[in-house]
């Protein structure tokens, strides 16, 4: 039985559109993120899984230890909830109310960690917990400078770039009494987040395996260097990095004591083009074809889940199963419909599904309440997505 007809057996009951993932993909997805760590513990992105069953399933495997959220209200709802007692927020908050709930909830104030990059943070954090003393995390900015940095590579975050800029940041945390200065992050974008094989561009491939390779040098260095300075100062509890492309190389730097990585255990088709690991597609949405408008042509219900970023052809999500589908240039993914062209539609009939994947990971968890758990071709489970729980954090 091919991969369409377990997944089509396995689903029979449920009607389109629906989401589901693969267990046995999303099992093996996370057993290769462990190789890639080499013994280093994975701080799970939640961002990237946005489902609490799921993420409940991944930190039961050896290997995995804690979670990496994206808002405040969601980490005191994971905390609260059980999922996990060590909760790292990826992103400053400003959430006054958050903060004092933090504040108000000992338990929850012991499991997350909050991030700043700027005294500004620390101010709103100190007003709004009172007298909590409230855990905390410094960003470090791990974007690549060529040129005398003149040239920036790598995500805008946070202000603090040198060893002299975060150990005169850390040591105002000290002075302060409310906080506990817990760890640092950095997350290098341009070598976790960009793929070094795009398709049909092997230039392109190498220009970017060159830079990859030297903002790797650079910040090794750099990352070692800041993690010396702070330590220095005090005791650092974990030092994080990286990301779902970079797991290898950022666990290979002694600085580094946990990894983040989220996307691959779903494994979106963004992250498709990677020279150093191949992921198996994990998470799919169902659309059911409900109209056959001409000849070359199956138009299905719904499919407009278009990923954040650029406003480029890849934030589409991707025809899979029939393969030999693909966009109308003139519709492409709709809010209503997605007529999709190719010799393969005139095999498909009224009610037929077809497979998509998204280009992101846990964005897909927006569009749908529930995803069906699917082992082999047999129906496991349906778990709720954050969504289907009632939560919507960004």
Same mark, same amino acid.
């Given at each position: 039985?091919?991969?369409?007809?377990?997944?089509?057996?396995?689903?029979a009951?449920?009607?389109?559109?629906?989401?589901?993932?693969? *267990? =046995?993909?999303?099992? #093996?997805?996370?057993?290769? @993120? $462990?190789?890639?760590?080499?013994?280093?513990?994975i701080? !799970? +992105?939640?961002?990237?899984?946005?489902?609490?069953?799921?993420?409940?399933?991944?930190?039961a495997?050896?290997?995995?230890?804690?979670?990496?959220?994206?808002?405040?209200?969601?980490?005191?709802? *994971? =905390?609260?909830?059980? #999922?996990?007692?060590?909760? @790292? $927020?990826?992103?400053?908050?400003?959430?006054?109310?958050? !903060? +004092?709930?933090?504040?108000?909830?000992?338990?929850a104030?012991?499991?997350?960690?909050?991030?700043?990059?700027?005294?500004?943070?620390?101010?709103?954090?100190?007003?709004?917990?009172?007298?909590?003393?409230?855990?905390?995390?410094?960003?470090?900015?791990?974007?690549?400078?060529?040129?005398?940095?003149?040239?920036?590579?790598? +995500?805008?975050?946070?202000?603090?770039?040198?060893?002299?800029?975060?150990?005169?940041?850390?040591?105002?945390?000290?002075?302060?009494p409310?906080?506990?200065?817990?760890?640092?992050?950095?997350?290098?974008?341009?070598?976790?987040?960009?793929?070094?094989?795009?398709?049909?561009?092997?230039?392109?491939?190498?220009?970017?395996? +060159?830079?990859?390779?030297?903002?790797?040098?650079?910040?090794?260095?750099r990352?070692?260097a800041?993690?010396?300075?702070?330590?220095?100062?005090?005791?650092?509890?974990?030092?994080?990095?990286?990301?779902?492309?970079?797991?290898?190389?950022?666990?290979?730097?002694?600085?580094?004591?946990?990894?983040?990585?989220?996307?691959?255990?779903?494994?979106?088709?963004?992250?498709d083009?990677?020279?150093n690991?191949?992921?198996?597609?994990?998470?799919?949405?169902?659309?059911?074809?409900?109209?056959?408008?001409?000849?070359?042509?199956?138009?299905?219900?719904?499919?407009?889940?278009?990923?954040?970023?650029?406003?480029?052809?890849?934030?589409?999500?991707?025809?899979?199963?029939?393969?030999?589908?693909?966009?109308?240039?003139?519709?492409?993914?709709g809010?209503?419909?997605?007529?999709?062209?190719?010799?393969?539609?005139?095999?498909?009939?009224?009610?037929?599904?077809?497979?998509?994947?998204?280009?992101?990971?846990?964005?897909?968890?927006?569009r749908?309440?529930?995803?069906?758990l699917?082992?082999?071709?047999?129906?496991?489970?349906?778990?709720?997505?954050?969504?289907?729980?009632?939560?919507?954090?960004?």
């Amino acid at each position: 039985m091919n991969l369409r007809d377990r997944y089509d057996a396995a689903t029979a009951g449920l009607e389109a559109p629906f989401a589901v993932v693969d *267990l =046995a993909a999303f099992r #093996a997805n996370a057993a290769d @993120l $462990v190789r890639r760590a080499a013994g280093k513990p994975i701080r !799970i +992105a939640s961002k990237s899984v946005r489902c609490r069953a799921l993420l409940e399933e991944a930190l039961a495997m050896d290997g995995f230890a804690g979670i990496m959220a994206f808002t405040l209200p969601e980490a005191l709802w *994971l =905390a609260r909830q059980g #999922a996990c007692d060590d909760i @790292l $927020v990826a992103y400053p908050t400003a959430d006054r109310t958050a !903060i +004092a709930e933090l504040a108000a909830d000992p338990a929850a104030a012991r499991a997350i960690t909050l991030m700043v990059d700027c005294p500004e943070h620390l101010d709103l954090i100190e007003d709004a917990a009172g007298d909590a003393r409230i855990r905390i995390c410094v960003d470090i900015d791990a974007s690549y400078r060529p040129l005398g940095g003149r040239v920036r590579i790598g +995500a805008l975050r946070s202000p603090l770039r040198t060893p002299a800029d975060v150990a005169a940041f850390a040591e105002r945390i000290l002075k302060r009494p409310g906080l506990h200065l817990a760890g640092l992050m950095a997350y290098e974008s341009q070598i976790a987040g960009v793929g070094d094989l795009p398709p049909g561009r092997p230039a392109r491939g190498r220009v970017i395996r +060159a830079m990859q390779q030297r903002s790797r040098m650079e910040l090794a260095r750099r990352r070692a260097a800041i993690v010396k300075a702070v330590r220095d100062l005090t005791e650092l509890e974990f030092v994080n990095g990286g990301g779902t492309g970079s797991v290898e190389k950022t666990a290979a730097e002694r600085a580094v004591t946990e990894i983040a990585a989220g996307s691959g255990l779903y494994q979106p088709h963004l992250f498709d083009y990677y020279s150093n690991f191949t992921g198996r597609p994990a998470a799919l949405f169902a659309l059911p074809v409900v109209r056959r408008p001409a000849p070359g042509v199956a138009t299905c219900l719904g499919g407009g889940y278009l990923a954040s970023g650029p406003a480029d052809d890849v934030r589409l999500p991707r025809p899979y199963l029939p393969s030999g589908l693909s966009f109308d240039p003139n519709e492409g993914a709709g809010e209503v419909q997605t007529p999709l062209l190719g010799r393969t539609a005139d095999d498909l009939r009224i009610g037929d599904r077809v497979w998509f994947r998204h280009t992101k990971a846990g964005e897909l968890c927006e569009r749908f309440a529930d995803l069906h758990l699917i082992d082999g071709d047999r129906f496991v489970r349906t778990v709720p997505t954050y969504r289907g729980e009632g939560r919507t954090f960004l």
